[in-house]
């Protein structure tokens, strides 16, 4: 079975860095797309980044600068880096995993195309 084990999260202050990463089991990154989704409360879960199998990455217009999507293929890890955080960056964030269950794609950064998902990490900046 498909395992996505996130790791990285916390507590930070305004203007520090972090980064988060996931480790899969069961399932080979380089063989489909990855990426990283986050949500608030009270709001859709938005991709931020995403790295598909060939590396080539999406990364949302709201955070195209100060977010960095890596990926050990070697360990099976992708990463999340996130510099010059600001409370805007408080979230839970969640990797995942494609294809989606039905094999149905609808975009780089659309929740939908993704089937497998890891347990989430609060990140909180304060400021």
């Known amino acids: 079975s498909v395992h996505l084990v996130e790791s990285g999260g916390g507590s930070a202050q305004a203007g520090w860095s972090v980064r988060l990463s996931c480790t899969a089991s069961?399932?080979?990154?380089?063989?489909?797309?990855m990426g990283w989704f986050r949500q608030t409360p009270g709001k859709e879960r938005e991709g931020v980044a995403t790295m598909n199998f060939d590396h080539s990455t999406d990364y949302a217009d709201s955070v195209e600068g100060r977010i960095t999507i890596a990926q050990d293929d070697y360990n099976n890890t992708q990463y999340l880096q996130m510099d010059s955080l600001t409370p805007d960056h408080t979230a839970v964030y969640y990797c995942?995993?494609?294809?989606?269950?039905?094999?149905?794609?609808?975009?780089?950064?659309?929740?939908?195309?993704?089937?497998?998902w890891g347990q989430g990490s609060q990140v909180t900046v304060n400021s």
């Open positions: 069961g399932y080979t990154i380089t063989n489909y797309c």
């Open positions: 995942a995993g494609g294809p989606n269950r039905v094999g149905n794609w609808y975009g780089f950064l659309d929740r939908r195309s993704y089937g497998y």
